[in-house]
């Protein structure tokens, strides 16, 4: 319980008002141990990526809303918090990189700049201890060249370069929590590898907790400890990395397993799970799930949303065929 | 820096036909004044012989195509012919103006910049309250008021009524002041052509800044910004605005020739000796050798002004492109 | 469906509402105005020479004794009538050069563009007295001079437009089909470009106002006893008239100004209505 650093209870978030209010996070909770990598799987327009920028206080405040729920960090409750107050906490507690490394870097700002900052911010730091110790980050991810780097531009370094400057910088000031919002999406595979490689180095030697968002089911494999499989902005399992693949209960976290490639026999059609993920606006009663569901069972499953039930130590499932004692499957 | 070059030559390349195209019909223009063109390209003092030589010289009795030659190689040596008013060579004439026009240009978009940027900026990062409304409304006014009713209103508050500033003119008449008196006196004089000037050019420039930066406030470099803890002054001051100045800086120059445009009516006004007026009253005393040259020779400032935008439009993004 | 789109879009816009509004009032003024007042357009009232406003005169009298009300009415029939067909000259000369220039490519595209690239060396007011000078001042050369100087802009714009546009298939598809050049520009490429040009033409029309005031302003526009707002408002170089006689200028300058605003605000209106990339 005290190793717990992030404590989310019921979260809800949504944008938009009148009618045309839509929840994008749905009465989400998890609770994220120190030292770990959780991975939040999901198509995109589940949430993941509004989930974590409502961490960060990042979401755009004049159309977004917090409606319920708290964040729970180090004894406070992020949902409730100032701009004044997220600026302190911002690349100093909590860190965050993006998926475009081509766009996320400031074009007329030189990198070391950019490194600089937020330790000029946070860290207080100046003049050459400054310079030193970006030079140091820049070794720590793995950039060839360090001193040339620093003085370079943005447009100068390649995509993985790019990205690897985004964790220097992000991780400058030693936070507890790294948000990594599908970093490999926009780069090749063999960047990709290298990036988790260093992700997971980083996690090792710094115990920097990481939220991994991705909707890769490999780079969870590769990378995470726990994971969260998020649908229409719920959550519909948890559990840990091994459950998930060994174990996966709920008919969404099957299906996503199955249509892996590598799942498929060879000769036979690619699995997919049918239809499409419905908009925000558009999720039908009961649960989010159930239109597209080939495990649907009872009337329950089109009327009521399920809560997590507890099937076994840290393995949750929002369906209805594992209401609590019972087991339909 | 390699790309920019090439980039720099074949614009280069690409102003000849433009200079030529100029010429050409500047060169339209001069024969389609009524009364006859060569005997104004020479100084009129010259004796009656001298005059035919140079006549014959000037291309009077040539087909139209050596005509052109004639004058253009008459052109690129600096004689545009002389005036009739100053009895002077056109070149001298404007020469000895044109430094009135850029003082009053120069000043007049410094304070263009120093108003429409602040406001364009506040008017972006308080997108929809009433004070982008108020920002929005004052630049839709200053860019419909005809220049020259806001002059004459200006004229009538300030001078008139108020006494404030004098009417026209660049300096007090009869006095002859030195030093800074003479530059206060002058400065006086300016206030309001400058103002007047500055008008339309303000306004579109505090329109422009403001869509630019609301379209860099929503990039995802500001958000990798703010989610460093970058307090949001700075990032709205040093990551924003930094991005907006570069691309401003072209902006800026393609305002120049409507600022010559515009000194037509506001030195008009304002009796300000600088080229606009004098285009206006070579116009109305159909002194054509004179207005053919002040024609030329903003046609050829325009240019190479827009051949600076260009250029310095390449070189800033070259930093934001990734080869 | 698209359409009523783009107008509760064009309507929730507070300004362009109100532009659009006032646009209304000017034009229908100016088409009926001999209706709207009781005086002759040139009617001379040698008792009332410049006579301040009152009842029987409602804006007062000019230096000849012509009601001002009615010369206002009349000259927004000039300036706006010149602004319109002014624009009207720009988009058939724009539209039809920026066509041909974006979808023919090469040489004609590069001549077409340097030819545009050297209008735009001369700014408006220099070269408009110069030909104005040479030509005379009237109505008719005032529209041409607007016309035949300002086309460039909507030249570039449909030609900017036609260039991004016939990178995408549907061209190829359609000449698959067997249309020919003058098919596919007329009925695929120009609809297209339709709402910059909606547009650009609004704002034209505004810019042609103040181009039309300011040349008649200096003289060389439209020539007496035609009003136009434009000299009306010369009247105000006398120092006398600028002191004392407010109603012989003042109430000109201002029908301008409120004429662009309004367009402006109309244009802009429409500018962001027909915008694909606004999210609603």
């Known amino acids: ?92 507690e909590i860190s965050m990189i993006f998926q475009e490394p081509m766009t996320s870097l400031n074009p007329v700002f030189k990198i070391g700049r950019q490194i600089a900052e937020p330790l000029k911010i946070h860290k207080s730091l100046y003049g050459r201890a400054l310079k030193e110790k970006v030079i140091e980050i820049l070794r720590a991810v793995h950039i060839p060249n360090p001193e040339k780097v620093y003085n370079s531009y943005p447009h100068n370094l390649s995509g993985g370069m790019r990205q690897r400057v985004m964790i220097a910088m992000a991780l400058s000031c030693e936070p507890e929590i790294l948000i990594a919002d599908e970093p490999t999406t926009a780069l090749d595979v063999t960047i990709q590898a290298q990036i988790l490689f260093l992700l997971k180095e980083l996690n090792n030697k710094v115990k920097t907790s990481i939220l991994f968002i991705t909707h890769d089911l490999s780079v969870v494999a590769e990378v995470c400890d726990e994971v969260m499989v998020l649908y229409g902005g719920k959550v519909v399992e948890q559990c840990n990395v091994y459950e998930l693949f060994d174990n996966a209960k709920h008919p969404y976290t099957l299906g996503l397993l199955d249509s892996q490639p590598h799942r498929c026999e060879s000769g036979k059609p690619l699995k997919s799970i049918e239809g499409i993920v419905p908009s925000l606006s558009d999720m039908p009663s009961g649960c989010r799930f159930s239109n597209r569901c080939s495990k649907k069972f009872c009337i329950k499953c089109e009327s009521d949303i399920p809560p997590l039930f507890n099937i076994r130590d840290n393995h949750k499932v929002a369906c209805w065929l594992y209401e609590e004692g019972k087991d339909f499957d | 820096m390699i790309v920019l070059q090439k980039y720099v030559f074949r614009r280069l390349i690409q102003t000849i036909p433009v200079l030529i195209g100029i010429s050409i019909i500047v060169f339209i223009l001069v024969k389609l004044q009524p009364g006859d063109p060569f005997s104004s390209m020479m100084d009129p003092n010259l004796s009656q012989e001298m005059k035919e030589k140079m006549l014959e010289q000037l291309g009077y009795n040539d087909p139209i195509l050596i005509q052109y030659f004639k004058w253009l190689m008459q052109a690129l040596q600096g004689n545009l012919g002389y005036s009739i008013q100053f009895k002077q060579p056109v070149l001298n004439v404007i020469g000895s103006r044109l430094g009135n026009t850029v003082i009053l240009s120069i000043c007049s978009m410094i304070l263009s910049i120093l108003i429409a940027i602040p406001c364009g900026v506040i008017s972006a990062t308080k997108q929809f309250t009433k004070t982008d409304y108020i920002v929005t409304v004052f630049a839709f006014i200053g860019l419909s008021i005809p220049s020259f009713f806001f002059g004459m209103i200006l004229i009538k508050v300030f001078s008139v009524n108020l006494g404030w500033l004098p009417i026209s003119g660049m300096v007090t008449t009869g006095v002859n002041l030195t030093g800074l008196s003479f530059v206060i006196d002058v400065a006086k004089h300016m206030l309001l052509p400058m103002i007047v000037l500055a008008l339309m050019n303000t306004a579109s420039l505090m329109r422009y800044t403001r869509s630019d930066m609301i379209e860099i406030l929503k990039t995802d470099y500001i958000r990798t910004a703010r989610s460093k803890g970058v307090r949001k002054r700075n990032v709205i001051y040093q990551h924003a605005l930094k991005n907006e100045l570069l691309t401003l800086i072209t902006v800026v120059t393609m305002q120049i020739p409507s600022l010559l445009s515009g000194a037509l009516l506001t030195e008009t006004i304002f009796v300000w000796p600088g080229i606009g007026r004098l285009n206006y009253n070579a116009v109305i005393s159909r002194d054509y050798p004179l207005i053919m040259g002040i024609v030329m020779m903003v046609a050829i400032i325009s240019l190479f002004t827009n051949l600076l935008a260009d250029i310095l439009y390449a070189a800033v993004d070259k930093r934001i492109e990734f080869d | 469906m698209l359409k009523h789109v783009i107008l509760a879009r064009f309507l929730k816009n507070k300004l362009a509402a109100i532009g659009f509004c006032l646009l209304i009032i000017f034009v229908l003024a100016a088409i009926f105005a001999p209706f709207l007042s009781g005086y002759g357009r040139d009617t001379i009232d040698l008792m009332n020479i410049e006579s301040q406003p009152s009842l029987r005169h409602l804006f007062g009298t000019d230096e000849l004794g012509r009601d001002v009300f009615t010369r206002l009415l009349y000259g927004g029939r000039i300036s706006l009538g010149i602004a319109v067909s002014a624009t009207v000259l720009q988009l058939l000369i724009g539209v039809t050069l920026g066509c041909i220039s974006g979808f023919y490519g090469g040489w004609i595209d590069n001549a077409i563009m340097r030819i545009v690239d050297t209008i735009m060396c001369f700014p408006f007011f220099v070269i408009a007295i110069t030909v104005a000078a040479l030509a005379g001042p009237s109505v008719w050369n005032v529209i041409l001079i607007i016309g035949l100087l300002q086309w460039t802009g909507v030249a570039r714009i449909v030609r900017a437009e036609i260039l991004s546009i016939k990178q995408s298939e549907f061209i190829e598809a359609a000449r698959a089909m067997g249309l020919n050049s003058f098919e596919i520009i007329i009925n695929h490429l120009l609809p297209n470009t339709l709402s910059p040009v909606i547009v650009n033409a609004t704002l034209a029309v505004a810019q042609g106002i103040l181009m039309e005031a300011g040349l008649s302003f200096l003289g060389l526009g439209v020539k007496q006893p035609e009003p136009s707002w434009g000299n009306i408002l010369s009247a105000a170089q006398s120092m006398r008239v600028l002191q004392y006689e407010w109603w012989l200028w003042i109430p000109a300058g201002v029908l301008v100004f409120l004429s662009v605003l309004s367009i402006n605000f109309v244009g802009d209106g429409l500018r962001d209505a027909l915008d694909p990339k606004m999210n609603v």
């Open chain 1, 1 to 92: 319980m005290d190793k717990q650093i992030l404590c989310i209870n019921n979260l809800s978030v949504s944008f938009g008002e009148g009618k045309d209010k839509v929840i994008a996070v749905d009465d989400v909770s998890f609770a994220f141990e120190k030292g770990r990598i959780l991975g939040i799987i999901g198509e995109s327009g589940c949430g993941k990526s509004t989930l974590t920028l409502s961490i960060m206080g990042l979401l755009p405040d004049k159309i977004s809303n917090i409606e319920n729920g708290e964040i729970l960090f180090n004894g406070n409750d992020l949902s409730k918090f100032t701009e004044k107050q997220f600026e302190y906490i911002r690349g100093n």
